[in-house]
């Protein structure tokens, strides 16, 4: 009877962490003027709402919205924006919470996206769209170094198994 109430108790614990895992964005390295980049957010609670606006300018008119009430956490964009733009990244999640990525400036591409109407597709894997990002590599920004729920999760088994 103990270990059932105990495992109860492990298994509300852990998913009280998860819950509560901050909500980030990564920055990508180089965003190049209509190349395809992966975007990858976490934490935070779905639905998510990804949005571009100028560089440092978290309160700004937005320059694009990417999503809008999605559960992915992934997205492929080709930035439609002139060489040269600043900008941000944003994302924002069911509770409210929002998180900016470090500023990067668009690099020089391609110039085949400039002229289109902009696309956009999310799924939990890479698609192609046209709209206004560039390179794939990505590196953490804020909230990165927070846990994630599969550290926390253990996290908070290890303290589990000590009180036993």
Not at 150 to 164: D, P
Request: charged residues 5%; hydrophobic residues 45%.
């Amino acid at each position: 009877m103990r270990f059932a109430s105990s495992f109860t108790g492990l298994v509300a614990a852990a998913a009280f962490v998860a819950a509560q895992t901050p909500l980030f964005i990564n920055t990508p390295s180089q965003l190049f003027q209509c190349q395809p980049v992966l975007l990858t957010w976490g934490g935070g609670e779905a639905p998510y709402y990804v949005r571009v606006v100028p560089g440092g300018q978290p309160t700004a008119t937005p320059l694009a919205t990417l999503q809008s009430a999605v559960d992915a956490t992934t997205y492929s964009w080709r930035p439609a924006l002139d060489v040269g733009t600043q900008i941000t990244l944003l994302v924002s999640d069911n509770r409210g919470q929002s998180q900016g990525s470090a500023p990067v400036t668009i690099m020089a591409g391609d110039t085949s996206c400039l002229n289109q109407a902009s696309s956009s597709s999310a799924s939990s894997s890479a698609s192609s769209t046209s709209g206004t990002m560039g390179s794939a590599a990505a590196s953490p920004t804020s909230g990165a170094g927070s846990l994630k729920a599969g550290s926390a999760l253990a996290l908070v088994a290890g303290a589990f198994a000590i009180a036993l």
